[in-house]
């Protein structure tokens, strides 16, 4: 994990609602619902999204708070499942199975429902013995300070992980600009601003 370890990109947020006095015990409830489950069948690129803990991406039991609860700091994970099939190899077989049934039944072209149905039974064979592509990308909160910080960069990512957020904890993110530690550098402000920056209460958009 790259907050203890390693290089790290991110992107940081500051949580826009203030949390509730018993943020704790809803934090632990939130990650229980939300977690990740794998499910038993998962159609071509469907996404399967949920928490584990930051420790192992196979933990998904949220109810020991030393494993995700450091200090005033939460630290967990994002986990996206996906499946994909190679599809040249599942044009290939459908068009030799459908060379197969235009041969059986003496026809030229295979009607678009037997097409159909051919390459949907071959991609769900294929899917059933297909592991799923695995991404996890974990963050870290800081409950006091309303920042959380988010191991990607990716706009797709983000997304997901800014709408996991809401529909888990239901707080809101808001981006976090470098160009806002200019407060800390006034003498920089001016320069920026006359290349067409918006300079914004101190700071610069």
Known sequence: MGF??????????????PLPDDFRDRFEQAFTEHAFREKSVISRGEETMGWVRADNLLETDFSNRDRWLYT???MAGMRID???LPMPLVRAMVEQRVA????????????ASVRSD???????DLLARTLPTVKVVHFCWNLPEGWVLFENTSE???DRFRTLVRNSFGVA????????FLTETPELVDPLAAA????????VR
Do not use: Q
């Open 4 to 17: 203890l370890k390693g290089r790290l990109n991110f992107r940081r947020y500051r949580v826009v609602d």
């Open 72 to 74: 005033h700091y939460v």
């Open 82 to 84: 996906k499946k994909t």
């Open 100 to 111: 197969v049934w235009c041969e059986e039944n003496g026809r030229a072209r295979a009607p």
């Open 118 to 124: 051919i390459r949907t039974n071959i991609e769900n």
């Open 156 to 158: 797709g990512m983000n």
């Open 173 to 180: 993110l808001e981006a976090f600009s470098p160009l806002e």
């Open 196 to 203: 067409g920056m918006t300079v914004m209460g101190g700071g």
